[in-house]
T-cell receptor
Framework: DAGITQSPRHKVTETGTPVTLRCHQT?????MYWYRQDPGHGLRLIHY???????DKGEVSDGYSVSRSKTEDFLLTLESATSSQTSVYFC?????????????FGPGTRLTVL | QKEVEQDPGPLSVPEGAIVSLNCTYS??????FMWYRQYSRKGPELLMY????GNKEDGRFTAQVDKSSKYISLFIRDSQPSDSATYLC????????????FGKGTKLTVNP
């Protein structure tokens, strides 16, 4: 298994509270990604990072921010959580981001916003 | 139209059956296609990836790409109950960038 951990694995929070999810990798891979997975929508890219302090938006970035101060950590922040952000969040990593580069996924964080 | 379309199923087959999972895509610029398998409450894991048209085989699994019809398929021979999972197809974003676009996934159940 790729060395990817996510924390917390489960979280219940209330609308309007800030939430930070953490992805940690031990593979020293350059690229890191945050996805959300919802019934009827599949996996959708939120944000990704192509290096320390280098990030870019994905398909569904509104309401989310990210930070990457170290190669091994990629944080996803919901500044003010809403019920529409209830989802399962997956982190993924890849080595060089080029053609055919494989993305490896973490175990996921199940977030419920009440 | 979503860039990658996948029938969500669910699909239920008896053990030993040949399974065919299919996706279509709408942009011809794609070069790489992937199949991921996701067990319940787990992260997706890469099963196969393929480039260009033709078949790629790995044990009981065969990935097929038909670029003329923009069709990608995954075949599972001699299906087993352990193959019960959701299967996700994905394509490499055009221009060779790092982003993947996923289909919605097909849930497969193989009954003993």
């Amino acid at each position: 298994d790729a060395g990817i951990t996510q924390s917390p694995r489960h979280k219940v929070t209330e609308t309007g509270t800030p939430v930070t999810l953490r992805c940690h990798q031990t593979e020293n891979h350059r690229y890191m990604y945050w996805y959300r997975q919802d019934p009827g929508h599949g996996l959708r890219l939120i944000h990704y990072s192509y290096g320390v302090k280098d990030t870019d938006k994905g398909e569904v970035s509104d309401g989310y921010s990210v930070s990457r101060s170290k190669t091994e950590d990629f944080l996803l922040t919901l500044e003010s959580a809403t019920s529409s952000q209830t989802s399962v969040y997956f982190c993924a990593i890849s080595g060089y981001g080029g053609d055919s580069d494989t993305q490896y996924f973490g175990p996921g964080t199940r977030l419920t916003v009440l | 139209q979503k860039e990658v379309e996948q029938d969500p199923g669910p699909l239920s087959v008896p053990e030993g059956a040949i399974v065919s999972l299919n996706c279509t895509y709408s942009n011809s610029a794609f070069q790489y296609f992937m199949w991921y398998r996701q067990y319940s409450r787990k992260g997706p894991e890469l099963l196969m990836y393929t480039y260009s048209s033709g078949n790629k085989e790995d044990g009981r699994f065969t990935a097929q790409v038909d670029k003329s019809s923009k069709y990608i398929s995954l075949f599972i021979r001699d299906s087993q109950p352990s193959d019960s999972a959701t299967y996700l197809c994905a394509k490499q974003d055009q221009g060779g960038s790092e982003k993947l676009v996923f289909g919605k996934g097909t849930k497969l159940t193989v009954n003993p």
